[in-house]
């Protein structure tokens, strides 16, 4: 199972591991934490966690399962399809502690996955595994407990990439912050993008018919399929509908600055007031 087992690990899911390990007890090595997603046919997709609180030290380990359980019971009233999954822990390494923590879990999910994310950047980046135990020994006799890695991977759904993207735009900013664009910004983007990608289209098409270019079969297919997939509509609706979905947009906009102003000048009149 192991080796077709595929793990899939939402953005959304590293930032909070990330989040929980920065606001850690100053004492504490690592922090671990259940992940909630889904699994089924062989893929287990990571939507969600939460950090468990734990004391840890050189012989023993002591997590609150009581909270972990409290917390899920919450978690189940807002998204009832999310199920535990497994359970993460910060660091490289698989420590013997791992397997007692990992041991719960095991109650609590039919093949729990254990994923360990490397805060410590070693090798400068951070390394992110997946894993799922099983049990080796003699029977009859003392089992022992392997943790097997499994593939990971990072999925992410249409807005969190457009998060992730805006968040890598600080790498180049030297303040490392970076700010929204406004909706008639995106309009104008996502425009010119279309366009350009237009452009691209028909200048392919007039070279394969001046005989410039060898036809593709499958980029006709999908050419084909892109027609037919417009709808029929004359150019002046069209038009119309576009203006008028504009001036609703530029509606929303004016209206959504003149109750922020309002806001600032209340704010600014009860400061003088007091």
């Known amino acids: 199972m192991a080796g077709n ?11 909070s591991i990330i989040e929980s390990f920065e606001r850690r007890n100053e004492d504490a090595r690592r922090v671990i934490g259940t992940l909630l997603g889904s699994c089924e046919k062989g893929v287990v997709d990571v939507t969600n966690c939460f950090c468990v609180p734990h004391n840890e030290s050189e012989d023993e380990v002591a997590a609150d399962l009581e909270y972990a ?9 807002v998204n009832p399809a999310e199920v535990i999954v497994g359970w993460y822990s910060t660091g490289a390494d698989v420590s013997e502690h791992s397997v007692l923590i990992h041991e719960y879990y095991t109650r609590e999910a039919k093949t729990p996955v254990h994923l360990t994310v490397d805060t410590g950047l070693k090798g400068s980046k951070m390394d992110i595994k997946c894993y799922v135990s099983a049990n080796i020994g003699v029977p009859g006799r003392t089992m022992g407990c392997m943790f097997t890695p499994v593939q990971v991977e990072v999925n992410t759904y249409e807005p969190e990439k457009v998060g992730v993207d805006l968040i890598q735009q600080g790498k180049y900013n030297t303040k490392r912050t970076v700010s929204m664009v406004s909706d008639l910004t995106q309009v104008e983007r996502a425009c010119s993008k279309l366009q350009e990608k237009l452009t691209l289209v028909l200048d392919y098409v007039d070279d394969v018919l001046a005989n410039k270019i060898q036809p593709d079969t499958t980029i006709g297919r999908f050419l084909l399929d892109l027609v037919n997939n417009i709808p ?16 609703d947009l530029l509606m ?12 600032a000048l209340n704010e600014k009149l009860q400061t003088l007031t007091i």
């Open 5 to 15: 087992l595929v793990c899939r690990v939402h953005p959304v899911v590293l930032f």
């Open 69 to 77: 359980r409290n917390m899920y019971e919450l978690h189940r009233k």
């Open 232 to 247: 029929k509509i004359e150019p002046e609706e069209f038009e119309t509908m576009l203006n008028s979905n504009m001036k």
């Open 252 to 263: 929303v906009v004016y209206l959504a600055n003149l109750t922020r102003t309002q806001l």
